[in-house]
């Protein structure tokens, strides 16, 4: 392998971190697995659009490819590679968490968390069996939950097709397709091992082998953010029961992707502000502020509709659980105070 004609187009983490003399000490190494570099930068530089650029394959990665992982690491989560990462998943010590009262602005509230098992390698290397081994392991899991998370496995393997398009309108159904994904190796043998689980209610909801291994998800109309956290800390206390979830000290919750490292959580909310959407200065002063990222009301690269953004936490590793939903609560009822300004003007 050689070093690669990098794109002058190209403004990735891995562009600029990539150095010919990082190239040089990692190309011959690999992992117990068979990761190599060429695996981990294949995405990024495939698509030269990348913020990031870079996926691991195992815990082992993050190790042997730390020359070039250790600077991406620090300069996407400001965290150094002698820090250590803690993890808090208790609710009652969130503060002041009763947020918008009367539903004025909240819509809804979402909280999902990455996990990968110890026991297995990450999804851009992981066999065909490996992938099938992991989707009973966790769907198995998920058949004995009962109460409130009680619910259904989904197979996306033959699927019907009431079933699938009912997911589609619900917004809940994962797709193939996503050309970073599919880069870093993905997308293989799709829909082979993946699959949805979701509660009666559909509060909760468990994706298999998309991204990584396991996407756990608690949702719910309104702002009562202290009630989807509890129940998302409920169910990975009652699934840690029966599978091991792959943690570094270093690095917390270890990700295919290195900006999900840590918490490995994505807390937020749909947000209506259509008097502060219209002061974009004052709405980033905010959320810098409080640490979070404003996203469309569809997502990531979106643009927001009526006023209405999708709002989240931007920090992840380095910080525990409550201080990532901290974040969140704090920042929204800084932005709700200055709606509501705005309104009385």
Same mark, same amino acid.
């Given at each position: 392998?050689?070093y690669? %004609?990098?794109?002058?187009?190209?403004?990735?983490?891995?562009?600029k971190?990539?150095?010919?003399?990082?190239?040089?000490?990692?190309? !011959?190494? =690999?992992?117990?697995?068979?990761?190599? #570099?060429?695996?981990?930068?294949?995405?990024?530089?495939? %698509?030269?659009?990348s913020?990031?650029?870079? @996926?691991?394959g195992?815990?082992?990665?993050?190790?042997?490819?730390s020359?070039?992982?250790?600077?991406i690491?620090?300069? @996407?989560?400001?965290?150094g590679?002698? &820090?250590?990462? +803690?993890?808090?998943?208790?609710?009652? &010590?969130?503060?002041?968490?009763?947020v918008?009262?009367?539903?004025?602005?909240?819509?809804?509230?979402?909280?999902?968390?990455?996990?990968?098992?110890?026991?297995?390698?990450?999804g851009?290397?992981?066999?065909?069996?490996?992938?099938?081994?992991?989707?009973?392991?966790?769907?198995?899991?998920?058949?004995?939950?009962?109460?409130?998370?009680?619910?259904?496995?989904?197979?996306?393997?033959?699927m019907? $097709?009431?079933i699938?398009?009912?997911?589609? =309108?619900?917004?809940?159904l994962? *797709?193939?397709?996503?050309?970073f994904? =599919?880069?870093?190796?993905?997308?293989r043998?799709?829909?082979?091992?993946?699959?949805?689980?979701?509660?009666?209610?559909?509060?909760?909801?468990?994706?298999?082998?998309? +991204?990584?291994?396991?996407?756990?998800i608690?949702?719910?109309?309104?702002?009562?953010?202290?009630?989807?956290?509890?129940?998302?800390? %409920?169910?990975?206390?009652?699934? +840690? *029961?029966?599978?091991?979830?792959? @943690?570094?000290?270093? #690095?917390?919750?270890?990700?295919?992707?290195?900006?999900?490292?840590?918490?490995?959580?994505?807390a937020?909310?749909?947000?209506?502000l259509?008097?502060?959407?219209?002061?974009?200065? %004052?709405?980033?002063?905010?959320?810098? $502020? @409080?640490?979070?990222?404003?996203?469309?009301?569809?997502?990531?690269?979106?643009?927001? !509709?009526?006023?209405?953004f999708?709002?989240?936490?931007?920090?992840? #590793?380095?910080?525990?659980?409550?201080?990532?939903?901290?974040?969140?609560?704090?920042?929204?009822k800084a932005?709700?105070?200055?709606?509501?300004?705005? +309104?009385?003007?």
């Open positions: 392998m050689e690669p %004609n990098i794109s002058k187009e190209c403004h990735s983490l891995l562009c971190c990539l150095t010919k003399e990082i190239f040089e000490i990692l190309k !011959e190494k =690999e992992t117990a697995n068979g990761f190599t #570099l060429e695996k981990a930068i294949k995405s990024g530089l495939k %698509n030269s659009d913020s990031i650029g870079v @996926y691991a195992d815990v082992e990665s993050y190790e042997i490819f020359p070039l992982f250790d600077p690491i620090e300069a @996407y989560h400001g965290f590679k002698a &820090e250590i990462h +803690e993890s808090n998943f208790d609710p009652s &010590e969130l503060i002041d968490a009763e918008d009262r009367d539903g004025d602005y909240i819509l809804s509230t979402r909280i999902r968390v990455g996990r990968n098992l110890d026991a297995f390698p990450l851009t290397i992981i066999s065909d069996k490996e992938r099938l081994e992991v989707e009973q392991i966790v769907s198995r899991a998920l058949s004995s939950f009962t109460g409130e998370l009680a619910g259904t496995y989904y197979p996306l393997l033959g019907q $097709k009431e699938q398009v009912q997911l589609i =309108e619900d917004h809940f994962f *797709k193939e397709g996503d050309r994904l =599919e880069a870093a190796g993905l997308n043998a799709w829909p082979e091992g993946r699959g949805i689980f979701h509660n009666r209610d559909k509060s909760f909801l468990v994706w298999v082998n998309e +991204e990584d291994e396991l996407r756990i608690s949702m719910q109309k309104g702002g009562d953010i202290k009630a989807v956290f509890t129940r998302l800390a %409920n169910a990975i206390h009652e699934m +840690e *029961k029966s599978m091991s979830f792959s @943690y570094s000290k270093h #690095l917390g919750y270890i990700s295919s992707c290195p900006t999900n490292l840590g918490t490995a959580m994505r937020s909310v749909h947000i209506k259509p008097f502060l959407s219209t002061q974009m200065e %004052n709405f980033k002063e905010i959320t810098e $502020k @409080y640490h979070l990222q404003i996203r469309g009301v569809h997502g990531e690269h979106s643009q927001s !509709e009526d006023g209405i999708d709002i989240s936490n931007r920090r992840r #590793l380095g910080v525990t659980e409550v201080e990532a939903v901290q974040d969140m609560i704090d920042g929204v932005l709700i105070a200055k709606e509501q300004f705005l +309104e009385k003007e």
